[in-house]
Nanobody
Framework: QVQLVESGGGLVQPGGSLRLSCAAS???????WMWWYRQGPGKERELVA?????????NYADSVKGRFTISRDNAKNTMYLQMNSLKPEDTAVYYC?????WGQGTQVTVSS
């Protein structure tokens, strides 16, 4: 069955960096667009970034442009989100998604 497993979250100080991973299985990863979403405390889930099948096209929410980079390695069936210059407002559970499938999420907390 389809599985999406996020990892890499944690506690980081403002201005710090984290790299999230999403390991995919159960489908042909290289043929699907992939998305990162996040849901902060008391907030609705929001789109963070997306990437095309071969990685040639990417999109970002305005709030993360210039700080986050989405990428993928189709040989490893894995998607990444490099997050730099983190801010307290980036605190959220981060989810990877494709079609109707969601991972369990990984918590990112930005705090001093």
């Amino acid at each position: 069955q389809v599985q999406l497993v996020e990892s890499g979250g944690g506690l980081v100080q403002p201005g710090g960096s984290l790299r999230l991973s999403c390991a995919a299985s159960g489908f042909t990863f290289s043929t699907y667009w992939m998305w990162w979403y996040r849901q902060g405390p008391g907030k609705e889930r929001e789109l963070v970034a997306s990437i095309s099948q071969a990685g040639g096209s990417t999109n970002y929410a305005d709030s993360v442009k210039g700080r986050f980079t989405i990428s993928r390695d189709n040989a490893k069936n894995t998607m990444y989100l490099q997050m730099n210059s983190l801010k307290p407002e980036d605190t959220a559970v981060y989810y990877c998604n494709t079609a109707q499938y969601w991972g369990q999420g990984t918590q990112v907390t930005v705090s001093s």
